[in-house]
């Protein structure tokens, strides 16, 4: 693969797009068939995220709608459980579990979940390694020198960083799935039924976080291999 590096990188991209494509068709296909039903205690997104918050006495975080779709989540700058206006309106098993899911990140904020304080210190750093990976990688691969080798290396360390962010984003993920599906079965807010709705819901929102982890721990092993290569 020394050859062509970049057609291997190409191709393990193109497989992680595939793969992360039917994943999320499935989690599409998931959603909109459990948001066809309704909760026999007709609350709505927004109400079940509040009644979470309020059974775990947090009172300083606000439940909001943002546009658009599966682009709920958690700001814990502002404290805030950012709904998609389907789910904060909708009053259905896939509404139910992704407002339970992230009160979750709100839970683990609010009793110092450990792997989220982690995750959230490398946010920063992520940010800006994540606009230079490209370049530097790129640089490095095509420069046959010396300076090209290390500044191969610097890209993989950059790359190392968004990769070791991706890995530690599924205890995350998982923990707060975990937490909200025992929430809603502990108070009832849900039918027996309904939660398994909820519970293959979150599985398959969680899997794209697996699918984005495996892809990435690839692509750098694929380019530590290059650089590898490059030395001997």
Known sequence: MEGNPMMGAYLIGAVIMLVSWLVGQQLRSRFEKYSRTPLRNGLSGREVAERMLRDHGITNVQVISVPGQLTDHYNPATRTVNLSEPVYHARNA???????????????????????????????????????????????????????TGLLLFGIVLFALTTLFSIITLPVEYDASNRALAWMERTGVVTSGEHELSADALKWAARTYLVAAIGSVGTLLYYIMIYMNRRD
Do not use: C, D
């Open 94 to 148: 896939a509404a139910a579990a992704v407002a339970a899911h992230e009160v979750g990140h709100a839970v683990q904020h609010a009793t110092a979940y450990s792997w989220l304080e982690m995750r959230s210190k490398l946010v920063p750093v992520v940010s800006v390694a994540s606009q230079w990976i490209q370049w530097v990688l790129l640089g490095g691969i095509l420069i046959v020198n010396s300076f090209g």
